[in-house]
C-alpha cells in the first residue's frame, strides 16, 4: 500500500519533470516562481500575501500541467486535424490564461504598490 503510493507519488514527479523538459511556457512559470520568490523575500511580504502569491504560483503551474496533459490526450486521439480537437486545446490554453491573469492582479496588487514606492 505504502509502496504504491510511493510509486503514484514518483509517476506524478516524474510528470512534472517530463513537462518541465518539454514545454516552454512551464519554463517560463518556473523563472516566474523564482524571481516572486525572491521578490517576496526582498520586499518582506507578509503573511496572508505569501498565502495569495502561494496560491497564484500553484494555480498556475496546475493550470498548465493539466493543459499540457490535455494537449497529450488530444494528440493521441487525434493527430490529424479536427475542429473539436482544436476546440479542447484552445479552451485548455483558456484555463491557463484566465489563471495567469489572475496571478498578473494578484503580483501586481502584492508588488505594484512596492516596486512603486522603490522607483517614486
Ligand atoms: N489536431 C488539431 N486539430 C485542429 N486544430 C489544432 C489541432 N492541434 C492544434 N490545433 C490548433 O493549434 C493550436 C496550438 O496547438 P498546440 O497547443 O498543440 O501547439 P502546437 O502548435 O502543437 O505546438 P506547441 O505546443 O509547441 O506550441 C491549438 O490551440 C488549436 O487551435
Redesign the pocket.
Known amino acids: 500500500m505504502m509502496r504504491r503510493r510511493a510509486a503514484s507519488f514518483g509517476f506524478a514527479f516524474r510528470g512534472v519533470w517530463a513537462a518541465l523538459r ?4 512551464l519554463q517560463f512559470h518556473a523563472a516566474a516562481t523564482v524571481v516572486t520568490i525572491g521578490l517576496g523575500l526582498y520586499f518582506g511580504l507578509e503573511r496572508w500575501e505569501w498565502v495569495a502569491v502561494a496560491v497564484a504560483i500553484g494555480a498556475v503551474w496546475s493550470a498548465e500541467l493539466v ?1 499540457t496533459a490535455i ?1 497529450a490526450v ?2 493521441l486521439v ?13 479552451v ?2 483558456g484555463a491557463v490564461l484566465v489563471m495567469a491573469v489572475a496571478a498578473l492582479v494578484v503580483g501586481l496588487l502584492i508588488f505594484g504598490p512596492r516596486v512603486w514606492a522603490l522607483l517614486a
Not at 78 to 90: I, Q
Open positions: 518539454s514545454e516552454v511556457h493543459n494537449e488530444v494528440n487525434s493527430p490529424e486535424y479536427h475542429p473539436l480537437a482544436g476546440r479542447a486545446k484552445d485548455a490554453a
